[in-house]
């Protein structure tokens, strides 16, 4: 028997038309390079979205095509999420972070017909404008005044290409599996990779993503996404807080800066924001070194590489922040677990609660999770047993663009069992709570045992004295790889390596002690703020451990 339900399609722009008619003096506070506070309200977003629907119908966009964005967390990347998608388009953020020629690659391989580009990014598209072939126009997104000169003829200004329309759209419906947007994955090894999101795998991610126990996102909420649009949109967040009327507060270029940050976090009253390890060290530096407080910040939510237990201890002790530890990917849109108490858990002591709050949380409605052993048989959620960490569920990729759609394929990301193989190595507890212990590559594997780096970092990074610490495997005559730590002090602190040696003895197994400790003033990270692993092996190529 068929259901008597209207069969409305899950529409991005459905987001849009409920916002600014429930909410339509709620706030979008940005910075850009015009305007260092921009502020509008959700009704000025809905007609601003409308306008430049018109102006990609005028500029000649069809139903599908890619329309790439290199740009930050602004009002007007906010509106291209919505007009571009919401139009049956399919909208490309681009990490304008990447090299130059991954920037062409990906450019290339989606077959942008248009791109949206930041005024402080332009000059990576004059670089690059000999490599674009099928980009037809490069809309600078930026007020005339503030336009860069070019010679290149297909320049338009954003703010005259909305000026010329107006402000009446029907938004369309079409079919909810619709590509609405793309983004590709950073791509350690190989090319970038295309990850294709749905208008009904957004919809779905940014319902469940609101939900109280995921960020929380309410009309009462002020929420500030740190983490770049570019990144996995943001973790949706510009959806799921539109979707329920907060109050968004767009930081725009500024995403490392901790003074902006904090000026932001006081001066709007910020409650939630979301960002990478790397961000929220920034801002503790700062605060830190200024005594300054974020008295409105209720919670932090961080993802996208393990969170060091010294930044949770810090935001919990210190500033009566709760750090909310996320676990997800890009081809997850990104959302697969999170930190999530439960009524049991309400005599913690504050220790366990920071301890729960460093492992990844719980997968939410929607992810199933599975880890396996090397021949994919089910392992036990028992807090003991780790094995490659496997997931599923209506917003999980089930191929990259271009490339085979065939479960078990090499280049398919999901294997024969139909299961999407995340490359993580992962445990998970009796309670629920998956806890990441390596990505599958940086597993150290020394004598017969399995060692991860990542405990490694967190032990060495809980030392006052350290800043920040990286572990990699190193060659071993006797246990082919033993662990190497590479770690930055803190300004001004004078510990060595023995000294770091014998904190590192009291935290870990014995196995998992590293052999050596290398300090450095620095440590690469990735374009998207992860320590990046890849490179330092690279440097480290050549290392040989001292004698014993
Ligand atoms: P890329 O794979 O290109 O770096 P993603 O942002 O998709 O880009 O990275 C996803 C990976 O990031 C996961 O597979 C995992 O290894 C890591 N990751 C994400 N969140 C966490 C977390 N909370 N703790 C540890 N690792 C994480």
Known sequence: MQALMMNSQLMISSILKHAEKAFPTQEIVSVTVDNPLHRYTYKDFGARSRKLANALTTLGAKFGDRIGTLAWNDYRHLELYYAVSGSGMVCHTINPKLFPEQVAYIINHAEDKFIFVDVLVFPLIEALKDHLKKVEKIIVMTSPAAMPETSMDNVVCYETLLEAENDSFEWPEFDENTASGMCYTSGTTGNPKGVVYSHRST??????????????????????????????????????????????????????????????????????????????????????????????????????????????????????????????????????????????????????????????????????????????????????????????????????????????????????????NTGDVAMIHPNGFMQITDRTKDVIKTGGEWVSSIDIENAAASHTDIAEAAAIGRYHPKWTERPLLIAIKQPGANIDKDALMAFLKDKLHKWAVPDDVVFVEELPHTATGKLNKLALREKFKDYEFPAA
């Open 203 to 420: 919809i779905l991610h940014a319902l469940v993503g609101a939900l109280p126990d995921s960020t929380g996102a309410r009309a009462e909420e002020v929420c500030m996404p740190i983490v770049p649009m570019f990144h996995v949109n943001a973790w949706g967040v510009p959806y799921a807080s539109i979707m329920v009327g907060s109050k968004l507060v767009m930081p725009g270029p500024k995403l490392a800066d901790g003074e902006t940050l904090h000026k932001l976090i006081e001066g709007e009253q910020v409650t939630y924001s979301s960002g990478v390890p790397t961000i929220w060290m920034a801002l503790l530096d700062y605060l830190n070194k200024t005594g300054k407080r974020v008295n409105s910040l209720k919670t932090a939510g961080t993802g996208g590489a393990a969170c060091p237990i010294g930044i949770i201890e810090t935001f919990n002790k210190k500033y009566g922040t709760t750090v909310k530890q996320g676990w997800g990917m890009t081809e997850m849109s990104p959302l697969g677990t999170i930190y999530s108490p439960t009524a049991e858990m309400a005599d913690y002591t504050q220790e366990q609660l920071i301890g729960l709050q460093a492992k990844q949380g719980r997968c939410v409605f929607g992810v199933e999770l599975k880890i396996v052993d090397e021949d994919n048989n089910e392992l036990p959620w028992d807090g003991v047993a780790f094995g490659a960490l496997k997931v599923r569920g209506p917003w999980i990729a089930s191929g990259y663009y271009g490339m085979s759609q065939t479960p078990g394929d090499n280049d398919c990301p999901v294997d024969s069992d139909g299961w999407l």
